[in-house]
């Protein structure tokens, strides 16, 4: 297969799997309604589903959606490495600008992803 079509073929995939992600934030947010909501809407929790799934399901489905989505993101970048690496050269000609640039990218990316086990939730009862 030539590398047009596998592109073509991945940016679709990427595409639907973002609409995938879209959808599945909806269902969490607005059809299957959290605790606090549904007492709100019904005066109890009610338990709801969709196709069968929670609302904790559908939040799982996101999550490997989410993944799903970042492995196309890394496969679509090493498809198109040689263009990255060149248009960032131009865009930052001096080595050492390079390198700081790549260093925080990294830093903030890795942040952003790990924050989660980083940081402490707050809470009351």
């Known amino acids: 297969m030539s590398k047009a079509k596998t592109n073509l073929i991945i940016d679709g995939v990427m595409f639907l799997v973002m609409m995938a992600l879209v959808g599945t934030g909806y269902v969490r947010k607005y059809v299957l309604l959290s605790g606090s909501a549904s007492r709100q809407l019904y005066g109890t929790k009610v338990h709801m589903y969709l196709w069968g799934i929670n609302r904790d399901g559908w939040a799982t489905i996101h999550l490997y959606l989410g993944y799903l989505l970042l492995a196309l993101l890394l496969v679509h970048i090493l498809l198109h490495w040689k263009q990255v690496t060149s ?38 009862l």
Request: charged letters at 10%; glycine letters at 0%.
């Open 87 to 124: 248009i960032f050269k131009k865009l930052v000609p001096h080595p050492k600008w390079r390198l700081v640039i790549i260093v925080l990218f990294i830093s903030l990316s890795l942040f952003l992803a790990l924050f989660p086990f980083i940081m402490t939730p707050t809470y009351w």
